[in-house]
């Protein structure tokens, strides 16, 4: 699927509120401002200046001043009156010879010195509005220092916001400089972005509110610049609404917690009495003759059915006219026929609970195949089906049948998965059962145009059947409706989402601070962040986290960032320690009666002990060190208080110094077993830490080594890595569930 990034404007350009009337609806809305007045001319500026406290700042205005400092149009530590009109003059005269005329000025008191940030909201088109708090002022685009939620925000959000800056020290005091009074700079965030404040009172009104300086200092915070973006036809009223009413359950408490109205029973997409295939061809190979193929090779129970305009059967299957003639327990249709026909096919579902178009052209191939896609979204309203599509591949689920891969289904399990990408899928699908992983519900949106993925996650959510969920996104569509999903379910359900594009800059970067700095990858850190979700860079760690997620999410381990990496090589293990970090892990050092212990085992006698714990390993040595050495740590530390064990083992080492004569093959794999055994009766020893295996260099080791160790690691409930990155990735999700979980108290 192909889609514009988040961030995009999407519409006719914004119109620019003058500064004078944007701090008005600031104020308004609680956000603290200087003392002023706008004037038209300099004298009216010395006017102004006369009923204020020096020093003042003086500051022009007008549709083409964007960015005031480098236009020359704001001018500080003025001492009075005559200089404030003196400089109006000059201002004025530069910036009419630049082209850039002045609409008029503003004189205010100047604020004190402290620390600049900036505070923003942009209404993107998918989250609608999302604030953005970061380091601000001059220096933003250099600091890039910002993080990003979508509003409203509750108070304990923004603090974790100002926190998370690589520059949050500012706001403690550095060098000798009074801390931030947080209080006031959180009371100003709030009016912004909070429940109540501006950006809701704005609503659809707002395309971009920023505010940039707000200077926080020992003594408050005060909002020294502002820019408001309204749509075209929002008019420039100074007039701002009244809060819009909440429950009392959601007032002040952040997002909302989910939609009110039930949703669809998707219950017959994934086990559907019969399915019908739109565009197989009787006399020669389609994509249509594909998927009707693979229903017959994984052995569909209900009933299949193809259509076709004239033939009787197709492929040895069935065949009607169209779908207004499909036997009536037909749950599902498929729909593989050039773009510009699929309406028409659409529109003969009715009767049909849901129908997929697999066909690409629509809207991700540019302004006609967008009509079509609206066609298509037209006639499904009209049909009653439910449409999930287009461009996409189908849905798999091997307890109800369903599949849009070839070959025999596999397992049913508890992994569900929804993707933007049918191909993606279908990689997950077919790699993750190659490694061990079950699937429960599987399902491709491809656009999304009616069937959004906030609509299936709300119902995976509810499913019995569904322990993890798999997501990969491009465009959510109605990404407000996802996070409150996803928010709904945090704590309560692990989930892990791939999200392409992540990189893309919005596209107002040269008009605003604020629309250059929300970016996607901001925005879904702060989603991960407030829902509990685990965020991943690639397929592999997708794959990684769901088998993790299955096998150790409700573990009652903790989310605190300790691991303990155990294994072979100290180079292995410097370098694990450096991935490990990177993922946000911390490798604590090891206490005192730990040592003491690790020592009786025979360790550390040629290295000192630490974490990483280099351990011998190999085809001769002793197996169950690892085991005996991590339980001897997890006596050593407090209850509750168990890291994550990451326990890595060479097969190059196993492969390479096995005793003379032996099975070369063999002896890796059985070694590596025995290892393995011991590691499993560590985990079970230790239900309240989470044991991960990591087999570095698995390909000296006999061609079938994997297909052994990872079955009988699933067994023992340990996922297993071939590397130190994918181990951290997958780690790290876990970590982020239980920290949902026990913010959820669950």
């Avoid at 849901?354 to 309203?381: D, K, M, N, Y």
């Amino acid at each position: 699927m192909t889609s514009a990034p988040t961030g995009t404007g999407r519409g006719p350009a914004p119109q620019a509120v003058p500064e004078p009337r944007a701090k008005a609806l600031a104020a308004r809305a609680g956000v603290p401002v200087p003392r002023g007045a706008a004037c038209g001319s300099a004298a009216g500026a010395a006017r102004a200046a006369a009923g204020l406290r020096p020093p003042l700042v003086l500051k022009a205005h007008g549709p083409g001043l964007v960015h005031k400092s480098d236009a020359g149009a704001v001018r500080l530590g003025l001492a009075g009156p005559d200089e404030v009109a003196a400089a109006a003059v000059e201002m004025g005269r530069a910036l009419a010879e630049a082209g850039c005329a002045a609409e008029g000025f503003l004189v205010e008191e100047q604020a004190e010195a402290g620390v600049e940030l900036i505070v923003g909201v942009l209404a993107d088109p998918s989250f609608g509005p999302v604030l953005m708090v970061g380091l601000g002022g001059v220096w933003t685009e250099v600091l890039d220092d910002a993080a990003v939620l979508p509003c409203p925000v509750h108070r304990g959000e923004v603090e974790a916001m100002l926190a998370g800056l690589r520059g949050a020290a500012l706001l403690d005091g550095a060098r000798g400089t009074a801390p931030v009074y947080r209080p006031a700079l959180l009371d100003l965030v709030m009016a912004v972005g909070g429940p109540g404040g501006l950006a809701e009172r704005l609503g659809p009104r707002l395309a971009e509110f920023e505010l940039n300086p707000v200077i926080a200092g020992p003594r408050g915070a005060v909002a020294v610049d502002a820019r408001l973006l309204l749509r075209e036809g929002a008019g420039e009223s100074g007039a701002l609404p009244a809060p819009p009413r909440r429950s009392g359950a959601a007032r002040g408490s952040g997002p909302p917690s989910g939609p009110g109205a039930p949703g669809t029973d998707f219950s017959r997409l994934f086990a559907p009495r019969g399915v019908a295939v739109v565009g197989a061809s009787a006399s020669r190979p389609s994509f249509g003759n594909m998927l009707l193929g693979q229903y017959r090779s994984a052995g569909f129970p209900g009933t299949l059915v193809a259509v076709h305009p004239e033939a009787a059967e197709v492929d040895g299957v069935p065949a009607v006219p169209s779908l207004r003639d499909v036997p009536p327990e037909v749950d599902y249709a498929l729909v593989a026929v050039p773009a510009p026909g699929c309406a028409q096919a659409v529109r003969d579902a009715a009767g049909i609970g849901f129908v997929q178009v697999v066909s690409g052209g629509f809207a991700e191939s540019g302004p006609e195949g967008a009509a079509l896609e609206e066609e298509l979204r037209t006639a499904a309203r009209r049909s009653g089906a439910r449409l999930l599509g287009p461009n996409c591949m189908g849905v798999y689920s091997p307890a109800g049948g369903q599949t849009f891969l070839g070959g025999a289904l596999g397992r049913p399990g508890r992994i569900s998965l929804v993707s933007q990408s049918g191909g993606l899928a279908g990689e997950v699908v077919r790699v993750g059962e190659r490694r061990g992983l079950r699937f429960a519900k599987v399902a491709t949106l491809g656009n999304s145009a009616d069937v959004t993925p906030a609509e299936l996650v709300r119902f995976l959510a509810a499913d019995p059947g569904t322990g993890v969920l798999g997501l990969y996104l491009e465009d959510p569509r109605d990404g407000r409706a996802l996070v409150e999903a996803l928010h709904a379910c945090a704590g309560r359900l692990p989930a892990v989402a791939l999200v392409g594009g992540r990189t893309a800059q919005g596209g107002r970067a040269a008009a605003s601070h604020t629309g250059g700095m929300v970016r996607d990858a901001r925005i879904w850190a702060g989603i991960a962040e407030r829902c509990g979700l685990a965020l991943v860079d690639g397929q592999e760690a997708l794959i990684g986290a769901l088998d993790f997620l299955e096998l150790h999410a409700h573990r009652p381990a903790g989310g605190g960032p300790g691991v303990l990496v155990v294994g072979p090589s100290g180079g292995a293990s410097v370098l694990a320690a450096d991935v490990f970090d990177a993922a946000g892990a911390r490798l604590e050092p090891l206490p005192g009666a730990a040592r003491a212990a690790l020592r009786v085992l025979g360790l550390g006698a040629g290295a000192p002990l630490g974490n990483p714990l280099e351990i011998p390993l190999g085809p001769r040595g002793r197996k169950d060190l690892a085991r005996l050495a991590c339980a001897a740590v997890a006596a050593a530390v407090p209850a509750g208080a168990l890291p994550d064990i990451a326990a890595h083992a060479n097969v190059q080492s196993f492969a390479t110094f096995a005793a003379p004569g032996a099975d070369g093959g063999g002896a890796v794999r059985e070694g590596l077993l025995e290892y393995l055994s011991h590691l499993a009766a560590l985990q079970e020893e230790l239900p309240a830490s989470r044991v991960t295996l990591v087999l570095r260099n698995p390909e000296c080791g006999p061609p079938e080594l994997l297909d052994a160790l990872r079955p009988a690691a699933r067994r023992a409930g340990i996922p297993c890595y071939t590397s130190m990155e994918a181990a951290s990735a997958a780690i790290a999700a876990g970590k982020a569930f239980a920290r949902a979980r026990a913010a959820a108290g669950r």
